[in-house]
T-cell receptor, first 115, second 118 residues
Framework: EAGVTQFPSHSVIEKGQTVTLRCDPI?????LYWYRRVMGKEIKFLLH????????ESGMPNNRFLAERTGGTYSTLKVQPAELEDSGVYFC?????????????FGQGTRLTVV | AQTVTQSQPEMSVQEAETVTLSCTYD???????LFWYKQPPSRQMILVIR??????QNATENRFSVNFQKAAKSFSLKISDSQLGDAAMYFC???????????????FGTGTRLQVTL
């Protein structure tokens, strides 16, 4: 069974450009999470989808970030326009709904560098 | 809000030896879950071990075990008989036990980079 897949693995863009990150969760996982780790700091929660609905977007830093999950399958996270402080590693995770101690499975992350 | 603190940015252990990674957390909740995740270089983060707060017995998974001290809000990870493949970033994480949709997110510490030497 395929795990959580993220594209691209690396992205280097200039300040002011737009970047779209993609996450394909494990099939059948209705929970999908986005997290971000800025260099040397903790991994921080960005938002949580249940199927196609945003359950919690309290961690989204500002309105330059837009996440979507059309059809409740894969998700995209768009940053527009990108700023230097957006650099970091963006992780996606998925899990089953309705099982409290279920494990969250992570992708390998997208390393975003804004120059 | 919950916080997770890992006070050891880097640790080193010799192959076959034992190492303990520290983690403390702060919460006002009584029901929650604690996790240790491992991220090898350029690879996916994987779950190493989990602990339910209501369980007094410390979790064990092969060479990995935890020392869960609920009153002290401490959750350390012990790796026995360390192997080269254990070299990775280790993240301690907390999740609420509340059965609400917004409670299922993880709160992470800053991570501990573990080096394993010959």
């Amino acid at each position: 069974e395929a795990g959580v897949t993220q594209f691209p693995s690396h992205s280097v863009i200039e300040k002011g450009q737009t970047v779209t990150l993609r996450c394909d969760p494990i099939s059948g996982h209705d929970n999908l999470y986005w997290y971000r780790r800025v260099m040397g700091k903790e991994i921080k929660f960005l938002l949580h989808f249940v199927k196609e609905s945003k359950q919690d977007e309290s961690g989204m830093p500002n309105n330059r970030f837009l996440a979507e999950r059309t059809g409740g399958t894969y998700s995209t996270l768009k940053v527009q326009p990108a700023e230097l402080e957006d650099s970091g590693v963006y992780f996606c995770a998925s899990s089953q709904v309705g099982v409290m101690n279920t494990e969250a499975f992570f992708g390998q992350g997208t390393r975003l560098t804004v120059v | 809000a919950q916080t997770v603190t890992q006070s050891q940015p880097e640790m080193s252990v010799q192959e076959a030896e034992t190492v303990t990674l520290s983690c403390t957390y702060d919460t006002s909740e009584s029901d929650y879950y604690l996790f240790w995740y491992k991220q090898p270089p350029s690879r996916q983060m994987i779950l190493v071990i989990r602990q339910e707060a209501y369980k007094q017995q410390n979790a064990t998974e092969n060479r990995f075990s935890v020392n869960f001290q609920k009153a002290a809000k401490s959750f350390s990870l012990k790796i026995s008989d360390s192997q080269l493949g254990d070299a990775a970033m280790y993240f301690c994480a907390y999740r609420s036990g509340l059965r609400t949709g917004t409670a299922s997110k993880l709160t992470f510490g800053t991570g501990t980079r573990l080096q394993v030497t010959l």
